[in-house]
């Protein structure tokens, strides 16, 4: 029996007493790509926090994979890739040696090729393989990151506003290698502000409010993918 | 294993890290250099004394002529030798002598002498294994690991690492396990050396790096504590500083003047005044009275103690050794508060367990203050066997030439007497 | 000018509302209260000690019944060394030295019972004192408070609204470093408050307690400057923070106990019983008084029995042994003054180098400039020892004398056979009141002073150095705009 990647049920998080995510239900297949939206503090990244484990929830259920964070963390956090919304890196060591040195801590050391061939994939110039991250722009920042994920070849990708304060070439950029990791059979889930960078490349959107999914849009073939107009009103309403 | 390589290359590719465990490493060399030089000096010091001794006596044979002025003008050497940890904790030997010449008379007007030294040198204390462990090696271990998390948390990597499978063994676990063990071979390395080269006991070696080894691990307990608890690494930092300033410093200051305020110790200086006083008063008081009581000491010697009204060795020794009876009391209560300070100091010890591991250290090496005291114990034993030995030559009236020179008991740094 | 006032305040203030600066404020003021009261109490009470053991011991000496001199020879006195005018306030190496010598015919003995050897094994490195608490504590406390104040405002961005504006990068410093100056002093006041003490106690100590104030403050300063650049120059407060306890750690803990360690090293000191050895090497050599037949007492006695045109030394208009005493104490004396003055020498080279690190560590200056104002220092020990030493031999050649004078030389050849000769060489127990007390007088406050030169100098060359520190860092905020 095959589970889908990551499945979500009347998922609660508490945080000093107050219930952030109330309730929260999503299930992601691989291959998707799912926009959380939502305003501040709707619970976006307490959702993230919660699959990664650094949370515990106080009632629902969640498997990554069909495994609980509760119960197998290691297992899950070992299917799980995740970009923080800063990417931030060890800035006295070069793009390779931190891309190196981070998939040893997660246990899955790759060649020097595979490295070289992700970051040609990623469009990491390739001048800055060997600089020092400190010297990184916020996108070869994330382009570093990305790197790592499909070199980290887990079937969930979770991003916390990868396109935060990317220029918006960049930002294009950035949808269409979520796109290829899709394509790939990854699973993407990514909270974030950018609507419209949602509607580009997002399957469904979903958008949080008061702790659940308030309502929920799915790509339609063809050009308009989204209706954007639903989206911004929906959008507005919650804020 | 491969967890462990791998934060090994990370350590090494900290500029800041490197240099502090460098200069760590630095230290312990140093300390383990200049311990060893301090010890070798002790050495050259008693075999110089030994080697001078022969002159001594050579001189003294050409001019004794009874067991009187033997005892009289020969003066014995006493020596505490430094033991084979002695290079890596001096404790105090820099204000003890190691060396001390003794004779048949009065002892508590001998025992108290100092060896010539600097008191300038002494004053900031030694610079020796002990203190770059205790002291100097705290600080490298927190500016190694007061950052563990909250430095990865202010870089913003915190969570991307925590989301890693198995972060909490393969990376935290690993990256303290590399750092400590940075610092423990700073320290043990330079440690190990000079233990081949000072010929310490395996045994003895092992239980002192035992404590190095402790000592690191108690820091890193607390070190780790405040890293978890802690946000910021700036107030990390400076809570760890301070804590290490109040348990090494400012703590064992503050016990040290409450030791002293609350164990007295009585007067030496009146003490050897007391002892000079009875001896010499000796000279007034009426012999028989004098012989009397140093009969009741030494009653073998009944025989032969008859003396004449005029000057006799026998009457001589009998009221020195009487000046030391006189304030044997005053002596050991001298003795005992001393003991007693250095024993609350190692109840003080237990509470504070840096100052509780320097003083094991300096016990383990035999150069705490009970070692001195020991040695004290050993001179006085040995003065014991000195006198009886002419004791015997003085009653019996035998005769005492440069061949019963040669018989004269020598001290044994191990037992003394 | 304003804007350095304005930011100094800003500091202050919030110094003022930050508990962590409270607190380290308070326990310093607590620890230098502490360490002012009980050093002040134990250096009164240890100096009252001594001053009672002096006159007890020079009454010893006066009250001792009628004696044949030589045996007062041998009975000897003691000299103890006193409390030195600011010991209360840095008591130096007094711990560390004996503080008692018994002085006697033919021996120089070692000053024996120091404070350091009657402790338990807790703490080598210093007692609780004022100057310790200025010496050791204070720049920490300084550091805690100081290591952010420029950094933070980095980090806050807030550096960058100072310059919009208008304040210039020195102000900037300068305001910062006002404001420590003013936590510094406030640091101060209880150890200045107990130097201040012991000068209206002590009045000719005034100048002295002024120019150690001087020193500290000029130390402490060094600590402000050094603390405000780091703090500029650090990429982060936390950075400035780890680099100022590193700095703190090697200044006031590592290099003056290497200092210590690498001097003795450096210039080995013989020991007592070399020296002893040695001295009985050249006596032998020199002149022998056991030996009949050496021939320095032979000739000396020939010389004696020609001048007086005598044929044997019982002829002679005074008792021989006497003079035969006096001539070996001169021989010993003069061995023990050449020895003292070669091992003083090595100590005084060993402490010089200590006064060189003071380059390294301004801790090692400012401490040397402190012991040397309050009299507690290896110069003052040595001038007492060669006080008790010039004593001793005064007062032995005295009885020398009076041996050969008082006592007849057939009584005093008899006394060994003969009772009665031996009760006619006991000689009055007026004679021992002609020996004068002993007294020993610190070096005078201007001699201090000018020993203090030096320290001051490396002090001063060190301030500068600090202020082209806090210069460059001056120079780099106004070039990268903060």
Partial sequence: MTHP??????????RGGRRIVDGLSLTLEAGEIYALLGGNGAGKSTTLFAILGFLERSGGTLTVGGQDPAGQLDAVRAQIAYLPENVALYDHLTARENVDYLLKVADCPRSRADVEAAFGSVGLAANAWDM???????????????????????PLLLLDEPTSGLDPAAAADFHKLLETLAARGVAVLMVTHDLLGAADTADRIGLIAGGRIASEWFAQPGEPRFDLNALHSGFARVR | MTHILREMWLLGRSRSAIWALLLLAVCASASVALGLASVARDRAVIDRMLAGQVAEEAALAA????????AYYGFQPTWDPPSDLAFAALGSRDIAPAVLRVRALALEGQIYENESSNPELALPGRFDLAFVAVYVAPLVLIALLHDLWSGEREAGRYHALAALPRARRRLWTSRVAVRLAGVLVALLLPFGIGALMAGTAPLRALGFAGLITLVCLLWTAIVLVVARLGVRSAVNAASLAAVWFALTLVAPAGVNLAINAGVPVPDGAALARENREYVHAGWDRPRDRTMRDFLKVYPQHEAGSAIPPTFHWKWYFAFQHLGDLHVAEQSQAYRDGIARRAEMGRIAGWV????????????????DVTAQLDYQMRIRAYHQRLREFYYDYLFSEKPFGPQELARVPRFDPAIGG | MSQVFTIAGAELRL????????????????????????????????????????????????????????????????????????????PGVDAFTGTVVFLEGHRQNSATFGAARESSDLVRFGQLTPAFVLQTLAPLLLVFLGFASVARERERGSLRALAAHGATAWAILSGKALALCAAAALAMAPAFAALGWAAIQQPAEAGIALLTALSYSGYLLIWVLVITAVSALAASAQGALVTLIAIWAVVVVLVPRAAAAWAGVAEPLPSRVDTEFAIAADLRRIGDSHNPNDPHFAEFKAKLLQKYGVGKVEDLPFNYRGVLAQEGERLTSQLFKDYAARAGAIQLAQ?????????????????????????TDLRTHLAFLETAEAYRYNMVQKLNALQATAVSGADDSARSKDPIAERRTRISADFWKEVPDFRFDAPTASRRAAGMIPSLAVLALWIALALALMMIASRRLERNGA
């Fill in chain 3, 351 to 375: 402490s010089d180098r200590l006064t060189a690190l003071g380059l390294i560590s301004p801790a090692l200056a400012v401490r040397r400039a402190s012991m040397v104002g309050a009299a």
């Fill in chain 3, 15 to 90: 110094m003022l509302r930050s508990r962590l600066a409270i607190v380290g404020v308070a326990t310093l003021l607590l620890l230098s209260a502490i360490a002012a009261v009980t050093s002040a109490t134990q250096m009164a009470a240890a100096a009252k000690m001594r001053a009672e053991a002096q006159i007890a011991t020079d009454q010893q000496f006066k009250s001792q019944p009628d004696r044949h001199p030589h045996r007062m020879v041998h009975y000897g006195t003691y000299a103890l060394r006193p409390v030195g005018p600011l010991a209360a306030f840095d």
């Fill in chain 2, 63 to 70: 001019f004794v002529e009874d067991a009187g002025s033997g």
């Fill in chain 1, 132 to 154: 020092r991250a400190g010297r990184f722009s916020k996108g070869m920042r994330q382009k570093t990151a990305i790197a790592l994920a499909m070199l980290r070849d887990t």
């Fill in chain 2, 352 to 367: 504070l367990p840096p100052a509780g591991l320097a003083q094991a250290m300096s016990a383990m090496a035999g150069t």
């Fill in chain 1, 5 to 14: 990647v990551l499945s979500i049920d009347q998922l609660v998080v508490e």
